[in-house]
């Protein structure tokens, strides 16, 4: 392993299963740690999911690459006492353990905190759970379309409109956002061991993310305001910030959040100067006020044209990420100066 990795010399235990445990390991190892992923003797069961609705079908385990690469693998049958004896000696040299197993569970197996932290007092330990460490439902198991999505509200409040039912999550879309949030943890523990010599247990849950995620909603309603669902796209509160359909059947977000600045120049872009001498929409108190008016008006325009006539970047966002246009100079500076990206030196 090069040293110039940030994380070179780092050494992880990966216990976690799933999705938002690993991703944080997985992160780790991006960036040079030796991250050693602990199996069942069965696999982890994420690497034996297969297709369903929804999900796209490939010959290459897609989902295992995005959140198990750069790591390897040890199978240990943790319910016996040789295999815990394994996984005991591998914490004496570790620099953190990563687990998302129930905490009976846990408990059964010998590898919670209290249980791991006499054997390395460098250690740091982070958790993930479902709901939190404490309180009546620490021990309740979940995944993020349950414990993220729907518990926080999000479910409700994402929806296109008040009468729509809630909208469903898509997979790994609350676990890898979390993941990261566990990964700040221990990267925060770490720098805080370089500075006391002691580890110490960091932890996250799906649920506490999903707050995060909706921090905004829940703060409001902390405050004594009525949090309502958004209304639909035909009575939008600004229909400069709104979904609207083009002539090649695609959808595209308008989403203009300086009126007196952005007006004239949309008016150009869909050949309709003469909206400027309209007193519904000529100013920005007036665009609002008349928004269920300016939605149908800037639909039947923009029905006429392909959206590659109106927007930026015409192409779904799985050609941007294809073409690199979002990976480009997403690189680190070593201590030599130069520019690295993760996996250049391997």
């Given at each position: 392993m090069s040293?110039?990795?940030?994380?070179?010399?780092?050494?992880?235990?990966?216990?976690?299963?799933?999705?938002?445990?690993?991703?944080a390991t997985t992160i780790m190892a991006d960036l040079g740690a030796d991250v050693i992923k602990i199996e069942?003797?069965?696999?982890?069961?994420?690497?034996?999911?297969?297709?369903?609705?929804?999900?796209?079908?490939s010959p290459y385990n897609y989902r295992w690459i995005v959140d198990n690469r750069t790591k390897r693998g040890l199978a240990l049958d943790l319910r016996e006492a040789a295999g815990r004896a394994?996984?005991?000696?591998?914490?004496?040299?570790?620099?953190?353990?990563?687990?998302?197993?129930?905490?009976d569970s846990r408990a059964r197996?010998?590898?919670?905190?209290?249980?791991?932290?006499?054997?390395?007092?460098?250690?740091?330990?982070?958790?993930?759970?479902?709901?939190?460490e404490h309180g009546e439902e620490a021990g309740r198991t979940g995944f993020d379309a349950t414990a993220l999505w729907a518990r926080t509200g999000l479910m409700d409040?994402?929806?296109?409109?008040?009468?729509?039912?809630?909208?469903?999550?898509?997979?790994?879309?609350?676990?890898?956002?979390?993941g990261v949030s566990l990964f700040a943890a221990i990267m925060t523990a770490l720098y805080r061991r370089s500075q006391t010599g002691r580890g110490t247990m960091v932890s996250t849950s799906l649920m506490a993310n999903g707050v995060w995620w909706n921090a905004i909603q829940i703060q409001a309603a902390l405050c004594g305001a009525r949090v309502e669902a958004r209304p639909p796209r035909e009575e939008p509160a600004s229909a400069l910030a709104n979904l609207y359909r083009c002539a090649d059947?695609?959808?595209?977000?308008?989403?203009?959040?300086?009126?007196?600045?952005?007006?004239?120049?949309?008016?150009?872009?869909?050949?309709?100067?003469?909206?400027?001498?309209?007193?519904?929409?000529?100013?920005?108190?007036?665009?609002?006020?008349n928004a269920r008016a300016l939605v149908p008006v800037l639909g039947r325009r923009l029905r006429r044209q392909a959206v590659a006539r109106?927007?930026?970047?015409?192409?779904?966002?799985?050609?941007?990420?294809?073409?690199?246009?979002?990976?480009?100079g997403r690189a680190y500076r070593s201590a030599d100066g130069r520019q690295r990206r993760p996996g250049a030196d391997r």
């Open positions: 040293d110039n990795f940030l994380l070179a010399g780092v050494r992880v235990i990966d216990a976690a299963n799933f999705i938002a445990g690993p991703v069942s003797p069965d696999g982890d069961p994420y690497r034996h999911r297969t297709g369903g609705p929804g999900v796209a079908e394994v996984l005991q000696r591998l914490v004496e040299r570790a620099d953190v353990f990563v687990t998302n197993a129930p905490l197996l010998g590898v919670r905190w209290e249980d791991l932290a006499p054997l390395n007092p460098r250690l740091i330990y982070a958790s993930m759970t479902a709901y939190g409040l994402a929806k296109p409109s008040p009468d729509s039912p809630p909208a469903r999550s898509l997979p790994g879309m609350g676990d890898h956002p979390t059947g695609r959808w595209f977000l308008l989403n203009l959040l300086n009126d007196d600045r952005d007006w004239p120049p949309l008016l150009h872009a869909i050949e309709r100067p003469d909206l400027a001498a309209d007193a519904r929409f000529a100013t920005t108190p007036a665009r609002r006020a109106v927007a930026r970047h015409p192409e779904p966002p799985q050609a941007h990420v294809r073409r690199g246009r979002h990976r480009r």
